[in-house]
């Protein structure tokens, strides 16, 4: 200890005046520096998407698929991969391939048309067909176009709600099925017919996370307006009905743009496929249909049909109608 007014005090509060002056001099530095910092804007909408179109069609000219087997709890199964093209390879690059193979398609994202692409190998032999807002029993691989994985569901084949997945995955598994038998229990694990449906998409960022990085499965998706690619396995399809309103929320897509996630009737910020009450006239949505059983199972499913009455003949049926 030092006592205050001793010699060695004072050597040490001037040895720790100096330094904090040092330190102090370099925090100004510092923020110098800082302002001299030229903050970069990000890149538009527009910017994103031409990038992004060029780096997907770079991918494309420069890689073909492969199948790849294997088998995961006991089953057998497929998932496609992609390997560098050259043209000793003997195989067709993915761009070469027919358009009923490699389809290219188009989506809205901030007012814009982006273009992204699904492979086709084998759209399944199901009876249901997946639109953006179906449940499905899919395993699939999320990877960057170098290849590095953000996310693997190769295990035991997991649901995913499309409804709830980003853009460009729910609208990349449209019309693809399952397969055509009804899955079994062997060991304690699902186990499916080998008609499954098997693809792959190629996503522009702004179909996928674009700027929002997010946590998937522990692991974190690290890159801004990246460009992803998902091959996947889907094995059986079921149609969804969110809002337990009788009507499957496939048909709830009123402006029929093809995706019922923006339709929202009384303007209460739920989609209707979401909402027991899509009118907001405290009337359920479910008492303002007619649900008929024409297939006589006793329940009311896709392949049953339904009425939609329109009591003051407005041309709107009653249960989009509030009044």
Same mark, same amino acid.
């Given at each position: ?81 992609? @390997? ?43 009876? #249901? ?10 395993? $699939? ?50 186990? $499916? ?15 996928? $996370? ?36 009788? #009507? ?5 897509? #009123?402006? @029929? ?32 249909? #007619? ?33």
């Amino acid at each position: 200890m030092y006592l205050a007014g001793s010699k060695k005090y004072r050597m040490r509060i001037n040895k720790f005046i100096g330094i904090l002056g040092i330190m102090l001099l370099a925090f100004g530095a510092c923020n110098n520096d800082d302002d001299n910092i030229e903050i970069q804007e990000p890149p538009t909408v527009a910017e994103v998407r031409e990038r992004d179109d060029a780096s997907l069609t770079e991918f494309l000219s420069t890689h073909y698929y492969e199948i790849e087997r294997r088998t995961v709890s006991g089953q057998e199964g497929e998932i496609i991969v992609f @390997k560098a093209w050259n043209d000793t390879i003997g195989k067709q690059r993915l761009i070469d391939l027919p358009s009923d193979l490699l389809e290219k398609r188009v989506a809205n994202f901030a007012g814009l048309e982006h273009n992204y692409f699904v492979l086709k190998l084998r759209e399944g032999n199901g009876a #249901i067909k997946a639109s953006n807002v179906d449940l499905i029993a899919v395993n $699939y691989v999320g990877m960057f176009e170098d290849q590095i994985l953000f996310d693997d569901k190769r295990g035991a084949p997991i649901v995913l709600d499309l409804a709830g997945t980003v853009q460009g995955f729910s609208l990349g598994l449209e019309g693809f099925a399952g397969t055509s038998t009804e899955p079994s229990l062997e060991d304690g694990f699902p186990s $499916y017919g080998t008609d499954y449906g098997l693809g792959a998409i190629f996503l522009p960022s702004a179909l996928g $996370y674009y700027n929002n990085v997010r946590p998937e499965g522990g692991r974190f998706i690290s890159r801004d307006y990246a460009p992803l690619i998902f091959s996947f396995q889907v094995l059986d399809v079921q149609i969804a009905d969110h809002d337990n309103d009788g #009507i499957p929320s496939r048909d709830e897509d #009123i402006d @029929k743009d093809g995706s019922p996630r923006n339709d929202d009737t009384d303007g209460d910020r739920i989609p209707d496929f979401n909402d027991s009450d899509d009118d907001n006239d405290l009337v359920l949505t479910i008492d303002e249909i #007619i649900r008929n059983d024409t297939n006589g199972d006793g329940e009311i499913d896709f392949d049953d049909q339904l009425e939609f009455p329109d009591t003051d003949a407005d041309g709107v049926p009653d249960y989009l109608d509030k009044e």
